[in-house]
């Protein structure tokens, strides 16, 4: 099983979108508590990443064709309604 997902950093107001086919350790390499690459987004934004939404799919290309969906500008209004909505705001 593959997700695409949304995490949020209230603290730096940042969102990322990926997909993974493990969650639970993708999101403890977000926050730092596994070993993550200096250089990615969520290690230059440090912080507490909150998982904010989430979709299962059964195969790569569909959670990463989900992933191209949600980074676009329909997508992006998507999620940052989603975050207005659930008060995630500062």
Do not use: P
Request: proline share 0%; hydrophobic share 30%.
């Amino acid at each position: 099983m593959f997700k695409a997902y949304v995490i949020y950093n209230k603290e730096k107001d940042a969102i990322y979108i990926g997909q993974t086919a493990d969650l639970e350790n993708r999101l403890l390499r977000h926050n730092g508590v596994l070993k993550n690459k200096k250089t990615s987004f969520t290690s230059k934004n440090s912080g507490c990443w909150k998982l904010i939404y989430e979709e299962s799919f059964g195969s790569r290309g569909e959670a990463m064709k989900r992933e191209k969906e949600l980074k676009s500008c329909q997508g992006r209004m998507f999620v940052k309604n989603l975050i207005e909505n659930n008060n995630l705001c500062r």
